[in-house]
């Protein structure tokens, strides 16, 4: 149980081109999602969390104009990196918590490594 | 001074071999503790999940606590090369976010 998809796994593509990634949760209803960054052989950067059905909230750094979210269902939250540029490229790896109870383990998706040329 | 302290490794222990993995923290106000497995260009796979102190057993795998030091451990018994990976302890308080550690490279050398 408590499994993650997030789509697609790998994405190249051109310096000033908009990429969109979708986070679904299979198995459970999510009210909270989660996206994060991760460098090579460094630990995981939350970018922010996103509640179903209200605006996302960015941890600090983090350009809200250049990293869209969207939590329109209970299963599915979407990141779209705008006018993306090779800094953005990354690991990039959301999570969903199952359920509304009090501390909540998170489970993760298998991350999108995104390369822009 | 990390909030969330956790040898980088790398490690490296024979197949059958007994692991530890240790995190201290500083913040007394954790109170959910959680060990997650990430292989190379994956997604960290929840392994444990505790609340409080004490020691949870699933398989192989151990996880203790001990809040009054702030130290939690995770033990692997007979371990196999297919847990070479590196594993990430993470901590929170209540429903707020996760802070992890910086993740131990295990190895197990068959």
């Known amino acids: 149980g408590a499994v993650v998809s997030q789509h697609p796994s790998w994405v190249i593509c051109k310096s000033g081109t908009s990429v969109k990634i979708e986070c679904r949760s299979l198995?459970?209803?999510?009210?909270?999602m989660f996206w994060y960054r991760q460098f090579p052989k460094q630990s995981l950067m939350l970018m922010a969390t996103?509640?179903?059905?209200?605006?996302?909230?960015?941890e600090q750094g983090v350009e809200k104009d250049k990293f869209l979210i969207n939590h329109a269902s209970l299963t599915l939250s979407t990141l779209t990196v705008t006018s993306a540029h090779p800094e953005d490229s990354s690991f990039y790896i959301c999570?969903?918590?199952?359920?509304?109870?009090?501390?909540?383990?998170?489970?993760f998706g298998d991350g999108t490594r995104l390369s822009i040329l | 001074q990390k909030e969330v302290e956790q040898d980088p490794g790398p490690l490296s222990v024979p197949e059958g071999a007994i692991v530890s993995l240790n995190c201290t923290y500083s913040?007394?106000?954790?109170?959910?503790f959680m060990w997650y497995r990430q292989y190379s260009r994956k997604g960290p796979e929840l392994l444990m999940y505790?609340?409080?102190?004490g020691n949870k057993e699933d398989g192989r795998f151990t996880a203790q606590v001990d809040k009054s030091s702030k130290y939690i451990s995770l033990f692997i018994r007979d371990s196999q090369p297919s847990d070479s990976a590196t594993y990430l302890c993470a901590m929170s308080v209540g429903n707020e976010k996760l802070t992890f550690g910086t993740g131990t490279r295990l190895t197990i050398i068959p």
């Open positions: 505790t609340y409080s102190s």
């Open positions: 996103s509640n179903e059905g209200s605006k996302a909230t960015y």
């Open positions: 198995d459970f209803q999510a009210t909270t």
């Open positions: 913040n007394s106000a954790f109170q959910y």
């Open positions: 999570s969903a918590r199952a359920g509304t109870g009090m501390g909540q383990p998170q489970h």
